[in-house]
Every structure is written in structure tokens, then in C-alpha cells.
């Protein structure tokens, strides 16, 4: 009986645990840069990052008004950027943000078709944030550190 | 009392909204980076209604125009207009929402203008656009008591602390006035509170306060179904009323209950308590097709004299597709019948069918 709770235990403990690693997406894993234009932030933790592109915060400590700008539906990496942030397949993140925009709570994010586009909107936007691969060409000050 | 609310309103309330109204354009004229949005939403209709008469319906429905803009990184407006059939083709132009909001510090906005009444998830989220409402139809409780609209001065906050709490407190017009005309003639207050324990999941509470000199006078109640009828009491009446949402809206699950209930009082007839229930559940496969069911009741008392003695149930079943984020179809059968069959209350409709088609979409 005290055999067969142990065992129990164990598998329980293994598939939460791997629950849990299943649901961690690191973006460093996948060679994604986290991007944004004078928004005071240097480090951000992953979970807060996230939070900012579902347009949970308004303004960045710097009170600066926060621009998410978002890859396209022709853009390469669509689905994979789709997945890092919000967990969801880019469909269902239109339809978050469709949402929000009609509830009058959010402004509506920007959408570009390439990484390129995306580094260039926010090296002219203060407050934009973005995530694009690091083998883009990206200026130093834009490139803002993920804390684990 | 009513020489207190003429001192709040003349002196205290008006004052407050115009400095403000003169403080966002003076600063939107000094804005460099003013950025705008329109977009347009709308639908077109069939139904079949079975009952003692049976006829059919293709119309056009409501179509509007929703314009979002920033003035600045504190400053943004949104608007909102419909058209609307009023018969002999002719359309009628309502000014659904038009407010500015003043972001003043972090997650929390001043907001004033003409906007929807925050008492519950449904008004706050979807009001006008079919494209974002899980079913055909609102629920019953809108066509009888919740003031869509209010117009006045709202502080709103959302996603603050790790449970994405917001809340909305509002202060600004009654039931008998919506827009800017009549403004705070009968003055209602709004405290709503709502929070997000997940992304997916919302909860929302609400209590609404507003006190008639005319009960008879409803511009709120301009959403009525084809079972309102004119409220014929036309003496002061007070109208108090709670509200209670849970909405998940997940990958594959989608539910949503609303609850409400209403007390109202008279010199005539004194208290009336007032009941509604509104369930729905859906089962999202395949991305884009929702199967869902629904169940929506209504229950007045037989002294109310703002909806009047009036009760409703209505059983759903019906599926969407969406073909695009902006553009889906659903179909609906609807039953409809009496709480009571006893005809204990004099106003059973009867029961009916009703199979309807809406494909609605935004641009």
C-alpha cells in the first residue's frame, strides 16, 4: 500500500513537473530578441514581457504609452512569434486583440510582415516593444535583456 | 433632494466635464503624433418565427462605424455609430459611445463622454458588434432593465496586481436620459468591480442606483425586443440593481453566465423584486466552429412598475463558423415559453420557435 501511494506520488510529481517544463517556452531557446524603444526597461522578466504584449499595462515605468507591434499574417515566423507570446495560434491572437480594441480598453497593436519592418517601426516609436530573431540586424539600444 | 442634485449637477459636475473636455483638445491641438482608426461592423439577419402567426425575415441589420485615435500617449477617443432600419427605408443615426479618455497614471483612466454601462460583461465587451457576441441575440435582461448607455464621468482601472483586477465607478445619467441633451437629470451611480484569475477568465460584480421623476421616460430602453412594451407608469420610482458575471472564454471551452436582479420601489405599489438568469456554453472544435446551447430566464413581480409583471424562459441550441476573424455566420432555434402556465401572471405570450441565421462581420 505505502509502495503503491510512493509510486503514485512519483508519477503525479513527474507529470506536473512536466506539465509545468511543457509550458515554458523560453525565448531563447528559439534565438528570439526581445526589442523596444526608450521604455526605461533594461531587464524584463518573461512573465511580465508577456504581459505587456496582451496589453495588460498601459504605460511603461517611464510613463511612456505602450506600442505592441506584432508580425504579420505574411510574415515567416508568424505562428512560432504567436506561440512564444500569447500560447496561441495567431488566429486566436487577432481575435484577442479585435476584442480588446472594440471594448475600448487597448489601442490596437501594429502588425508588419518582417523582422526588419518590425526593428525599423520601433526604433521610430518610443514606447513600441516587439520580439524578432537574434540574427537580425538590431541597434544595441533597442535590444532589452530576459531575466529567466 | 431634488434642489442637492441640481447644486451637483449645475454647479459641481458640469463645471468638472467641460474643464475637462477643454483640457484634452487644447492638449491634442499641441500633439504632434495624433494617430486614428476606423473601422466598420454590421450584420444581416433571417428568422423564421413560428407561433400563432408564422412569418419570415431577411433584413439588414444594425451596421456602425467605430473610430478609435490617440491624441497622445495620455489622451485617446473612441466613438461609435450605428445605423439603424426604422421602417419605410428609412434609417435611424445613434451615437452609441463618444468618449475621451484621460490615461493619467499607469493602469488608471479618467473617462467621460457617452460610453456603455459597465454592469456586466456583455454590456462592457460586446455591445453593439454581432461579430463578437456568442449568440444571435442579447439576453432577455436587456430588453427590459440594464441601462445600456450612460453618459457622463467614469475612473476606471484594470489589470492591476497579479489577479488582474479592474474596477469601474461612474457617475452620470439615469434611465430617462443617454445622451448629452438631458444630461444628470436623474443622475445614476455604477460601481463595478471585475477580475481575471486567468487570461481566458473573467468575473465581474456590479451594483446601479438610479432615481426617476418619470419612470414612463426609458431612453436606455431603446434596445427593447418586439416583447417591450411602453411603460405606462409614469410617477417617481427608485431602481437599484446588482449584477454578477463569470466568463471563460477558452481554446476549446466557452461559458458565460449572467445574473440580475432588481429591486424597484414606488408610493404605489411599493416593492418589486426582479429576477433574470442568463447561461451559455460552447465547444470550440476545429479553430473555428463554436456548437452551443443557452438558457435564458426573466421573472418580474406583479408590482413592479418599471418592466412590469412580465416572465420569459428561452432554450438555445446553435453553431458558428468563422471564416475569418472578422467575418462569421451562426445559426440559432430558439424556444421560447412561460415560467408560469397557470396564467397566474396576466402576461403569458404563449410559447414560440424561432430558427435564425446572422452573419456578421467587421471591416
Not at chain 1, 507529470?15 to 531563447?28: E, K
Not at chain 2, 467605430?66 to 500617449?73: G, R, S, Y
Not at chain 2, 426617476?212 to 431612453?219: E, F, I, R, T
Request: contains cysteine; proline residues 3%; hydrophobic residues 35%.
Amino acid at each position: 500500500m505505502v509502495y503503491r501511494l510512493r509510486y503514485t506520488l512519483i508519477i503525479l510529481l513527474f507529470l506536473v513537473n512536466g506539465y509545468n517544463l511543457s509550458g515554458q517556452i523560453n525565448l531563447d531557446d528559439f534565438s528570439i530578441a526581445l526589442i523596444g524603444n526608450n521604455t526605461g526597461v533594461e531587464q524584463i522578466s518573461e512573465s511580465t514581457m508577456k504581459a505587456y504584449f496582451k496589453g495588460k499595462y498601459n504605460k511603461w515605468p517611464n510613463n511612456k504609452t505602450v506600442i505592441v507591434v506584432l508580425s504579420s499574417s505574411k510574415h515567416p515566423k508568424v505562428e512560432l512569434y504567436s506561440d512564444l507570446l500569447y500560447n496561441k495560434s495567431f488566429y486566436a491572437v487577432k481575435k484577442y486583440w479585435y476584442s480588446l480594441v472594440f471594448q475600448g480598453r487597448n489601442n490596437p497593436p501594429y502588425f508588419f510582415s518582417s523582422d526588419q519592418e518590425i526593428i525599423e517601426f520601433v526604433r521610430l516609436n518610443p514606447g513600441a516593444i516587439a520580439i524578432v530573431e537574434k540574427s537580425s540586424k538590431i541597434p544595441e539600444n533597442l535590444k532589452i535583456q530576459i531575466n529567466e | 433632494m431634488k434642489q442637492i442634485k441640481n447644486v451637483l449637477n449645475k454647479q459641481i459636475l458640469k463645471p468638472i466635464i467641460w474643464c475637462f473636455f477643454l483640457v484634452v483638445f487644447s492638449s491634442s491641438l499641441h500633439s504632434q503624433n495624433m494617430s486614428a482608426r476606423l473601422n466598420a461592423y454590421g450584420h444581416l439577419n433571417f428568422e423564421s418565427v413560428f407561433s400563432d402567426t408564422t412569418y419570415s425575415n431577411f433584413s439588414l441589420g444594425e451596421q456602425e462605424l467605430f473610430i478609435n485615435a490617440k491624441f497622445n500617449d495620455d489622451f485617446s477617443f473612441l466613438g461609435e455609430i450605428t445605423l439603424n432600419y426604422s421602417g419605410h427605408g428609412n434609417y435611424r443615426l445613434n451615437i452609441e459611445r463618444l468618449r475621451l479618455k484621460y490615461n493619467y497614471y499607469r493602469n488608471h483612466s479618467i473617462i467621460i463622454g457617452k460610453f456603455h454601462t459597465p454592469v456586466n460583461y456583455w454590456n462592457d465587451v460586446y455591445f453593439h458588434a454581432r461579430l463578437f457576441f456568442p449568440t444571435i441575440d442579447r439576453p432577455l435582461m436587456f430588453s427590459k432593465w440594464i441601462p445600456v448607455h450612460t453618459f457622463g464621468m467614469r475612473l476606471q482601472g484594470q489589470n492591476i496586481g497579479k489577479n488582474n483586477f479592474g474596477y469601474d465607478l461612474l457617475l452620470g445619467s439615469g434611465m430617462s436620459s443617454e445622451d448629452i441633451y438631458s444630461v444628470f437629470n436623474e443622475p445614476s451611480v455604477t460601481a463595478a468591480v471585475h477580475w481575471k484569475p486567468v487570461d481566458e477568465m473573467r468575473y465581474g460584480l456590479s451594483y446601479y442606483y438610479t432615481s426617476m421623476d418619470d419612470a414612463s421616460n426609458m431612453a436606455a430602453h431603446s434596445h427593447g425586443g418586439d416583447d417591450h412594451s411602453m411603460n405606462m407608469y409614469s410617477g417617481p420610482l427608485d431602481f437599484h440593481m446588482l449584477n454578477a458575471s463569470v466568463a471563460y472564454f477558452g481554446e476549446k471551452w466557452e461559458f458565460l453566465n449572467e445574473f440580475s436582479f432588481n429591486r424597484t420601489e414606488t408610493d404605489t405599489l411599493g416593492a418589486s423584486n426582479n429576477v433574470s438568469n442568463f447561461i451559455y456554453l460552447g465547444r470550440r472544435f476545429l479553430e473555428k466552429n463554436v456548437a452551443f446551447t443557452g438558457f435564458d430566464i426573466l421573472y418580474t413581480g406583479e408590482n413592479d412598475l418599471h418592466t412590469y409583471p412580465y416572465d420569459r424562459m428561452k432554450f438555445i441550441l446553435g453553431y458558428k463558423y468563422e471564416y475569418s476573424e472578422k467575418l462569421n455566420v451562426k445559426a440559432q432555434v430558439e424556444y421560447y415559453t412561460n415560467v408560469y402556465d397557470d396564467h397566474s401572471h396576466n402576461h403569458a405570450l404563449g410559447p414560440k420557435f424561432e430558427f435564425k441565421i446572422q452573419m456578421s462581420y467587421g471591416l
